[in-house]
């Protein structure tokens, strides 16, 4: 592509030097010919293709794997929880307690007390504790948080190939509407010239002034320069689509665009009934305002009671010495049961934190209504604006069929000495003037329509 680019500067620029004829259309034509082979590409390639390589894109999926690795972690916490302890113990002071003696030995008051040490100096216990869930409200909304969450980053992520595809299609109406340009201005460069070489031919048989001839050779140079800029944003845009698309040598590579997609009736585009729900944007909001009303759920369930089944099997050794494996000294353990918790006080303020995620639904509820109603108003702006556009559009392609037809007389009667240079140039200015504004108003129009798809979730009528 950059070769070709080159190539075709370097033509336009020597033409503004070397002046022959028609030949100029000619040269021209060639130079808008490719280095190399270009490959077609439609728009449902382009975006697909983008969709494949984006390394965004590929992040957020990523995300999404995650996310439903979360959720199916939660589904094993009502599995058997199984964990095995060890502990050894050296006890420097023993513990002391207070036994009723007189109960027990009449010879001693009834209310007689004796102090005596429980334990020996080392101790060590070994065992498998066994916890089966039985009820646990928490697991359960939990898993729902998890699952509402891996909805949210779907959202976030068609939300991403959302913003893809807009940028992808504008690429890819820039290039056409370019391409289109370049063709307007190799027809405009050859009028100019034609024009030039009609004074030439005056003022070398000495009836023009040389201020007149100037004019028109200032002229055909805009329109040659015009050309210029009008390739060098061809491949502008055509960098950046290939950047989009994933394209990694974007220097030496080329595309060629469908340019059946732009003859597509324009009415029905925007005769689409809106689907603003459907954008992933709005989606997600609305998914989050979910997230926070159920996380208000999990907060509560932190209160309800827990039932398990519990068992430990195990034993435990006491000696005076340290003797791990002394016999005679260990005594088994076990026991099988139900275990119970209520939930009383669990150092958070209930309250204040069920408030905070009552704000946060509202929150998103609002965000919502307000990026809703922002599409709404880019879609009523984009259809008010494409409508006056396509109006301004016919009465600038009327003129411009007027002016062309004009110059072509007033360069007919020029020739036969019944026009002035002067008015010819005007006239060609004129032209340019109103050839400029119309080629302004497609790239609008394309942008609008753009942001009415976008803004009304249909982005994908496109290419269908």
Do not use: C
């Amino acid at each position: 592509m950059i070769r070709s680019t080159k190539f075709l500067l370097k033509v336009v620029s020597n033409l503004k030097k070397q002046l022959t004829g028609f030949a100029i259309i000619l040269l021209l034509l060639r130079s808008t010919i490719p280095a190399f082979a270009q490959t077609t590409v439609s728009l449902r390639q382009a975006i697909s293709s983008a969709l494949a390589n984006r390394k965004n894109i590929q992040a957020g999926k990523m995300d999404l794997t995650i996310r439903k690795l979360q959720t199916e972690a939660l589904l094993k916490k009502y599995w058997p929880q199984v964990s095995v302890e060890y502990n050894y113990l050296y006890n420097p002071i023993l513990q002391t307690s207070i036994l009723p003696i007189g109960i027990f030995n009449p010879a001693y008051p009834v209310d007689a007390t004796k102090s005596i040490q429980f334990g020996t100096k080392w101790s060590q216990a070994a065992g498998v504790t066994v916890v089966q869930p039985l009820l646990d409200v928490s697991i359960s909304r939990q898993k729902s948080e998890s699952e509402l969450q891996e909805r949210i980053a779907v959202a976030s992520q068609l939300q991403s190939e959302y913003e893809l595809v807009y940028d992808v299609a504008q690429a890819y109406a820039n290039i056409g509407l370019q391409q289109e340009q370049i063709g307007v201005a190799i027809a405009d460069t050859a009028r100019t010239w034609i024009s030039y070489q009609l004074q030439k031919n005056k003022f070398l048989a000495k009836r023009l002034l040389k201020s007149d001839l100037n004019t028109a050779l200032i002229n055909h140079h805009n329109t040659l320069q015009k050309l210029a800029d009008a390739v060098s944003q061809l491949v502008e845009n055509k960098v950046y689509l290939l950047f989009l698309i994933g394209q990694d040598d974007v220097a030496h590579a080329d595309i060629a665009i469908d340019m059946s997609l732009f003859k597509n009736n324009n009415a029905e585009r925007l005769a689409l009934v809106p689907m603003n729900d459907s954008i992933p944007e709005l989606q997600q909001l609305a998914l989050q305002s979910k997230l926070a009303a159920l996380q208000a759920e999990t907060e509560k369930a932190k209160y309800l009671p827990t039932i398990s089944m519990k068992g430990f099997l195990g034993a435990n050794q006491y000696t005076n010495q340290f003797s791990p494996i002394a016999a005679n000294s260990w005594f088994g353990l076990s026991y099988v049961g139900l275990d119970v918790k209520l939930p009383l006080l669990i150092g958070e303020d209930k309250q204040n934190k069920l408030q905070q995620l009552k704000l946060q639904s509202y929150q998103y509820n609002d965000q919502r209504d307000d990026k809703y109603a922002g599409y709404v108003k880019d879609a009523v702006t984009a259809k008010i604006k494409t409508d006056r556009l396509l109006a301004q559009l016919k009465t600038l392609n009327e003129n411009i069929s007027l002016s062309k037809e004009t110059i072509q007389i007033m360069q007919d009667r020029f020739d036969e000495g019944q026009e002035t240079a002067s008015t010819l140039n005007t006239e060609e200015v004129s032209l340019e003037s109103i050839l400029a504004n119309y080629a302004l108003g497609e790239k609008q129009l394309w942008i609008f329509q753009l942001d009415y798809l976008k803004a009304t979730g249909r982005l994908n009528k496109l290419w269908q």
